[in-house]
């Protein structure tokens, strides 16, 4: 487990030591191998500098806004093509209706909507909702690792991002929605609720809050601090976090020595504050944060 979660670790701590991790795929495994490049000039696009602002900001959006309840307040469209809208322009009702006739209704006015998983491209945000519009597929799912003793493949672990399971009952990844949040510029600076703004005019998520609010009264006081403060605490089942946290990046599931089933949700990606939230059974038993 360890061994497998430092390698994860590496796929990013690698570009500050000047070294690419090449992925060789042979059938479905993958090798990873450290290749030197030369180290990337300050500034240079696609680089950015350590302590970035623009990592913690969409770090907050991922921790607080993933996994959040809503409904949907106009008929979102099937496919991986989704729905685009351009931030700062009226929404085109007509271009989503085109959108719904030609490709299906993922959901309709009314229904229960989870924001599962949050990605930044370029210019875009890009929000799934019930699973997305698309299934995805990764390289780690089947990974080998070669060490000096040859070719060890990374059995009876799987990794898997947090769109592909829980949520609200029947999500299937593929079966839901994609939203293409369009600046027309690079992503400027965002708070969880400015983003809730921006999808107000296809989401409704203020009915959702009373229920939740309800439902942590009702939790112990430690848990209910906890909660308030968007932190895990040991004790706490998966539903707590996911009220303290949202939906983690990503799941590291396997089995110990004696069987029994251990998980660990993974939020943030290195090198900018990753925390590890460990699992055993249905209650967390430990929290690590790096760096």
Known sequence: ?????????SLHLFADADARLLLHRTGESVQIVASPVPAPVEGQEGQPAPDNPQMDFRLEIIRYVSGELARAVRPLPRGKQGFLMKIGQPLDQAQLERAVASRGAAMRPGD?????????????IVVEINGGGWKKTHWYQHLTIETSGGITPAQDTTVQPAADSGGPPGIRPGAGSTIF???GKPVPQLSPDELKTLLSPLLDFSKQHSASVQW??????EFQK???ERRAAVGMDREMVVAAMGRPDNKVRERDADGNEIEDWIYGQPPSKTIFVHFQGDRVTSIKEFP
């Open 112 to 124: 229960a909507a989870q924001i599962t998983h949050i990605d930044f491209r370029g210019h875009q």
């Open 181 to 183: 949040l369009d600046f």
């Open 226 to 228: 906890a909660i308030k």
């Open 216 to 221: 942590v009264d009702t939790l112990p006081p």
């Open 1 to 9: 487990m360890l061994l497998f979660l430092s390698i994860l670790w």
